[in-house]
Every structure is written in structure tokens, then in C-alpha cells.
């Protein structure tokens, strides 16, 4: 769908992206991750054709980026607004029309998507006097209003109380459904977890880390379980084949503890362990994004 | 191009449905009409008497009596009563006023009493009844021959001042010509003005409001940035095709009860016919949208460079500068001296030209080169501050928070895309 090549941006004082690439797949959501400054909002603007890169290309379904994938593209940007002072109607068909929509489709298409989001007695007031959740969930509908391939949105839950942030999620996945290939970045490593199929990872200007999240957990997986059991706490001797790295007392005589293996495997713990107690889970830990996120940055600050 | 369209669409439809265009377009005729009539019934009452006067002479010198010729509504009655007594008579009687000459009148001023303030004409024309009896009086005394002197002194010139062109002479009264160059002049700079600050005014809410950034992602800047400006120039142009509309009506209306017959207004309204106003209007029509291009562009690039309208004051100073020192050279030297060198150069340089030129058209005579290469200056200056505006604009209005220098504009200026 979208293939981000060698990109480089240079800006008076510093370098905002250097040497990205990355490739977003068709129909997936595709999160793009980094702390502030790292380049994110520069390589979003460079797909959305607001500023050009100085090197590199960016191709969409196989074409070079240019104006007529304007249209195909809805952007969602991180810092919101509208005109103030327009009636959220008229500017949201205003909106769509410069995506290219006839004032016909766009008027029947924001009918139906006032209807489904509860807005309908929306659509004669000025954006301010909408709460700054109502002016969110216009803007949402302004970006994907012309049914667009790409969406592009940028820090999408913020500004959202969580019942209007789970009504967005929804959508997003009901238009990822019905096809478009969703990009998005975002601090919230949970949501990145709950629904992207496929991350990059900017820090400093750089990639520096890709891929489809399932395999990065895997990856970043260090031989740690956690086992709960059932009975007298144990004491370990130092000849058991795994390393205790905590101990945690749980209600009804249960105890949760995190080891860590060196040589044995997970069938070693178990024959170990059988004998003493009784147990009731053993559960491989798979590193959270949030670790990952965590650990990957320090490393490179 | 369709998108530039539906950008001035915007900009227009939303400014001319404000309820402040539509009483503007009624408020400023309304003035005009106003501020006319004042002005006639101001001159229409200082000039002419519309009711009987009656003034009661007290002649202590007794050098008056009966050389008082009454005149248009003014009838002078001799009257040997005290000055209190007479005085008594005026608290209830607005028509009738006292005058008192002294015995020694030449050194003692004369005193005039009244229940109002009594009008130029009925003292004026006291005055020079009496001065012409004082004179007649001394010349008398002197044994000068009165009949003689005044048949001497009885020679009537005036100056006719002609303009010889190539079709013949024609009147150059310039009075009016003055009048229609310097209300075209403070026009023109307070239309370049307003809609030009309309335009940053509009940038600068888009930038504020962040819009900007989804509007960019559809449209190019400088697609924006055209349709923001057209479209802030219609709003000009029907402000103003409303208000010469509405004002011809209303001085027809105003003029119609000013000029009755022999009111002063009805001269200075024929001489105003004079003008050609066609082609006035035409050069104001040429000048204003260049004139307008050429500085809301720049207004637009100030715009863009800044986070609120308070930080604008640094880049506005030098941008109405030149604006700035034409109109006050054009009101106060320019339009006494309309063919001088400086208001030739002036009215070439493309930054000065639209108020310059607008106080030279008036007075006829701009020769046409002159006039050819002001227009041509014109376009090339606002093509040339559009190319650099929107080189300016592209980059400032993604900018947030950092404050902008002349320095830092010029940067801009340089950017790749």
C-alpha cells in the first residue's frame, strides 16, 4: 500500500528523519511509534504531501507519490481544529469537497455518518459551541468522510473520554474492515497491542525498529515465567534449575513467583516443581510493547 | 483550480453573511448622507436669512441715521430708546436685535445684541453698510468727491483660470479636483488597509485554529493562500460597488435638497460634474486590486509568520510604511503639486503608486505614459510580492512557537519545498 523509502528531512537546526523506510501493507493498521520530537509528525506530513522530503521516495500502491492520492488519503492531525465560527454542517462538506466529493455525496454520506455517531442535531451549531469531545469526533468524521484508502491519524484517542475513545476504536476497526489501511501513531502502548498488526518504532530521527508486533514480542521474549501455586511457600535451595526473580504472596494461600531459565526448559520447571506443590499456571511472560518501547529508547539515549 | 474556487467561495460567503458586512453597507451611506446634509443645512443657515430681521438702530453719533438701507429680509428702525429698554425687548422676540453705535464709534466697537447668535450674513452686512457710510462720511469731511471716487474705484476683475490642452482650454478650477484627489487617496489607503488586515486576520485564525494543517493536507498553500485573498478582495469589491451605489443615490437625494436656487453648495456640485468620474473610477477600480494583491499578499505572509495577531506589530511597521508616508505626503504636498517630480516617481514605484496615483488622476493631465507604466509597475510589484509571500507563507504556517525575525523569514524564503 504504502512503501516509505530512504527518506531523509533536513531542517535548519537538525536532521527530522534520517534515512526511514518502511512498508505498510494493504487492509493492516500500521502503528508508528516514538517518543516526542523523534520525526513522526515530519514523516506524516511528508506522506500527506505537506512538506517534500530532500532524498528519498515514497510510493502509493506501487505509484510515486503525487496530488491525485490526495484524495485517497484522510489525515486526522494531532493538534485539532476547525473554523471556529462556521456551522459544523457546512464546514465538514466544505471539507470533503477539497478531498474532491460533489456537495451531493458529501451531504449523503455526513447524513449517514451524523446518524450512526449520534450528531444529528449537530449539524447546525458552530464548532464552538461543541465540547472539545463533540469537536473530536466531528473532526474524525471530517477525516474519513471521502472513504478514504489511507487514514492517517495522529495521537487518534487523546482528547476522548473513554466511552467516546471506544466508540472511535470501533470505527477504526469497522473501516479497517471494510478495507482501508489505517496508520496511525500514538504514546498508548495498549491500544498499540489491541490493534496494530504491524509497528515501526522512530527514535532520534531513525528506525530502529520494525515489524509485525506479534514476532517483536516473540523476539524480545528472555526466558521468563511466571508460576503460580497452591500450598506452603517454598524455599529454594539454589539447586533448582531456574533463577527466582521475585516472590509475590497471593490470597488463599497461593504464591506467584517470576523465574528466569538458563539451560532447562519449561518441562524441567514443572518435573522440578511437581513434587512440592501444587501448581496452577505456568505462563511464558511475553514482553509488553511498553517494555520494548521502553527498553529500546533508553538504550539508544 | 477547482479547489481555489470552492476556497473563495468559502471566504466569501462566510464574510458577506456576517452581520457586521451588512450593516457596514448601510452605515457607511448613511454617514455620507448624513454627514452632506449637515454640511448644507450648515451652510444653507449661515448664509442666507429665512425669516424677517428687525434691527433697532441706537444712533449716539448720529452719523447713521437714515443711511441704513434695509435689505433682504433685514429692515433697520431708528429708535431713541435706552439701550436697557431695548435690550428688554429681545428676551421674547428672536427676529429682533439691537444695535448700538457709540458716539466715538471709530475707537469704541460697536455693539450688536441679540436673543440667538446672530448669523455672518445679517453682522457682515451691518459691517459693510457702516464702514461704507464711515468712508463716505470721512471723504465728505475731507471735501473728496464721492460721486467720482466710486465711479473710479468701480472696475470688476476676476481671474478665469484656463488649462490649454490639445483639444482647446477648458476651466481649471482645481478646487474640486483637490477635493475627489484626496478623498480618493484616503480611500484607497484605508481599503488597502482593511482587507488586507482581513486577509492576515483570516491566516492567522487558521493557523490559531490549526486547521490549517487538514486544509493543507487537500489543497496546496498557495492555492490557500490565492482563494483567501481573491476571496477577501470580492468582499472588497462588493463593499464598495454597495457603497457608490448607495452613496450616488443618497447625495442625489442630498444634493437635490441642498441645491435649491442660489445655494452655495449648487456651485461646487457643477464644478463636480466636471471631473470625469468614469475614468476616475476606473483608475480606482486598477489600483485597488493591484494595489490589494500586491499588500494583502505580504499581509498574508506577516500572518503566517506569527502565532496571534498582537506579535504582528514588528513586520507590519515596515510593510505600511510606504503606505503610510504616501498617504501623508499625498494629503498634505502631493495634491498641491500633482505633476511634481516626487509625485511622479511616487506614483511609479508600485508600493506607493495606488494612493499616489489616486491623487494625480483627479486633476486630469497624467500623461499616458506615465500612467502605462505605473499600471505595468504594478502588476511586476504584485506578482513579485505574491512570488515572495508565498514562499514565506509555505513555511510559517506550519510553524508554531517560534517567534519569527526578519532573519528567520529570509530562511524561509530559501527552503526547498
Not at chain 1, 451524523?114 to 450528531?119: E, P, R, T, V
Not at chain 1, 504514546?187 to 490493534?195: D, G, N, Q
Not at chain 2, 491623487?359 to 502588476?379: E, H, K, N, T
Request: proline residues 4%.
Amino acid at each position: 500500500m504504502l512503501s516509505i523509502r530512504n527518506i531523509v528531512k533536513q531542517y535548519a537546526g537538525h536532521r527530522a528523519l534520517d534515512d526511514v523506510s518502511l512498508e505498510v501493507e494493504s487492509g493492516k493498521i500500521f502503528g508508528l511509534l516514538g517518543p516526542n520530537g523523534a520525526g513522526k509528525t515530519s514523516l506524516i506530513r511528508i506522506i500527506n504531501q505537506i512538506t517534500a522530503p530532500d532524498s528519498g521516495e515514497v510510493y502509493f500502491n506501487g505509484h510515486k507519490l503525487n496530488q491525485s492520492h490526495i484524495e485517497r488519503i484522510g489525515y486526522l492531525p494531532e493538534e485539532r481544529g476547525l473554523y471556529k465560527k462556521m456551522e459544523i454542517g457546512e464546514q465538514m462538506i466544505y471539507l470533503a469537497r477539497l478531498k474532491g466529493l460533489t456537495r451531493d455525496e458529501a451531504t449523503t454520506r455526513l447524513k449517514h455518518w451524523f446518524k450512526k455517531l449520534d450528531m444529528e442535531t449537530w449539524w447546525k451549531k458552530k464548532i464552538e459551541e461543541l465540547s472539545k469531545g463533540m469537536q473530536q469526533k466531528a473532526q474524525f468524521v471530517a477525516t474519513v468522510l471521502h472513504e478514504p484508502d489511507l487514514i492517517i491519524l495522529d495521537e487518534p484517542f487523546s482528547g476522548f473520554d473513554p466511552v467516546n475513545a471506544e466508540l472511535i476504536k470501533d470505527e477504526i476497526l469497522e473501516l479497517n474492515r471494510n478495507g482501508a489501511t489505517i496508520l496511525f501513531s500514538t504514546h498508548r502502548m495498549e491500544s498499540v497491542e489491541e490493534l496494530c498488526d504491524s509497528i515501526a518504532l522512530i527514535h532520534k530521527s531513525r528506525k530502529i525498529l520494525d515489524g509485525r508486533v506479534k514476532h517483536i514480542r516473540n523476539s524480545y521474549k528472555n526466558e521468563t515465567y511466571l508460576v503460580e501455586y497452591t500450598g506452603e511457600q517454598l524455599t529454594f535451595d539454589g539447586s533448582q534449575p531456574f533463577e527466582v526473580l521475585s516472590e509475590v504472596a497471593g490470597e488463599d494461600n497461593s504464591n506467584t513467583i517470576k523465574i528466569k531459565l538458563s539451560d532447562a526448559s519449561a518441562n524441567d520447571v514443572l518435573q522440578y516443581l511437581l513434587p512440592k506443590t501444587r501448581i496452577n499456571m505456568l505462563q511464558e511472560v511475553i514482553p509488553s510493547m511498553n517494555e520494548i518501547f521502553i527498553e529500546k529508547v533508553n538504550l539508544i539515549a | 483550480m477547482n479547489k481555489v474556487l470552492l476556497i473563495i467561495q468559502r471566504e466569501y460567503i462566510t464574510r458577506v453573511r456576517k452581520k457586521s458586512f451588512i450593516v457596514m453597507i448601510f452605515v457607511v451611506p448613511l454617514l455620507i448622507l448624513g454627514m452632506s446634509a449637515l454640511i448644507a443645512f450648515i451652510a444653507k443657515d449661515s448664509m442666507e436669512i429665512s425669516k424677517p430681521q428687525i434691527v433697532k438702530v441706537i444712533d449716539e453719533s448720529h452719523l447713521f441715521e437714515g443711511k441704513l438701507k434695509n435689505a433682504k429680509n433685514i429692515q433697520f428702525i431708528p429708535t431713541n430708546e435706552p439701550v436697557e429698554k431695548a435690550k428688554e425687548g429681545l428676551k421674547d422676540n428672536e427676529d429682533l436685535s439691537v444695535l448700538l453705535i457709540s458716539k466715538d464709534y471709530a475707537h469704541k466697537p460697536v455693539q450688536f445684541f441679540s436673543k440667538k447668535k446672530p448669523s455672518f450674513t445679517l453682522t457682515g452686512e451691518v459691517e459693510n453698510q457702516m464702514n461704507e457710510i464711515a468712508s463716505t462720511n470721512t471723504m465728505l469731511a475731507n471735501h473728496i468727491d464721492t460721486a467720482l471716487l466710486n465711479k473710479a474705484k468701480k472696475s470688476k476683475v476676476s481671474v478665469n483660470a484656463m488649462e490649454v490642452t490639445e483639444t482647446g482650454t477648458k476651466d481649471a478650477n482645481v478646487g474640486p479636483s483637490m477635493m475627489v484627489g484626496i478623498a480618493c487617496a484616503i480611500f484607497i489607503y484605508l481599503a488597502l488597509f482593511i482587507y488586507g488586515a482581513q486577509v492576515m486576520r483570516g491566516v492567522i485564525e487558521e493557523k490559531t485554529s490549526r486547521i490549517i494543517e487538514v486544509i493543507i493536507s487537500s489543497v496546496k498553500p498557495f492555492q490557500l493562500m490565492l482563494g483567501k485573498i481573491i476571496g477577501v478582495g470580492l468582499v472588497g469589491l462588493t463593499q464598495f460597488t454597495a457603497w457608490i451605489v448607495l452613496s450616488i443615490i443618497s447625495t442625489k437625494i442630498a444634493g437635490h435638497a441642498a441645491s435649491g436656487p442660489g445655494s452655495p453648495m449648487g456651485g461646487v456640485l457643477e464644478t463636480l460634474q466636471t471631473i470625469p468620474f468614469g475614468f476616475i473610477l476606473g483608475c480606482f477600480l486598477f489600483y485597488f486590486i493591484t494595489g490589494y494583491l500586491l499588500y494583502s499578499a505580504l499581509f498574508a505572509a506577516v500572518g503566517s509568520a506569527v502565532d496571534s495577531e498582537t506579535e504582528t506589530q514588528q513586520f507590519m511597521f515596515p510593510i505600511t510604511l510606504p503606505l503610510l508616508f504616501t498617504y501623508i505626503l499625498s494629503v498634505s504636498v502631493l495634491f498641491r503639486a500633482p505633476d511634481s517630480p516626487l509625485a511622479v516617481w511616487l506614483s511609479i514605484i508600485p508600493f506607493t503608486a495606488p494612493v499616489a496615483m489616486m491623487v494625480r488622476v483627479p486633476f486630469g493631465g497624467v500623461p499616458d505614459w506615465q500612467l502605462g507604466l505605473s499600471m505595468f509597475m504594478m502588476i511586476i510589484g504584485f506578482l513579485f510580492t505574491t512570488y515572495v509571500a508565498a514562499r514565506i507563507y509555505r513555511v510559517g504556517v506550519l510553524m508554531y512557537g517560534k517567534k519569527a525575525s526578519f532573519k528567520e523569514l529570509a530562511k524561509w524564503f530559501f527552503y526547498k519545498e
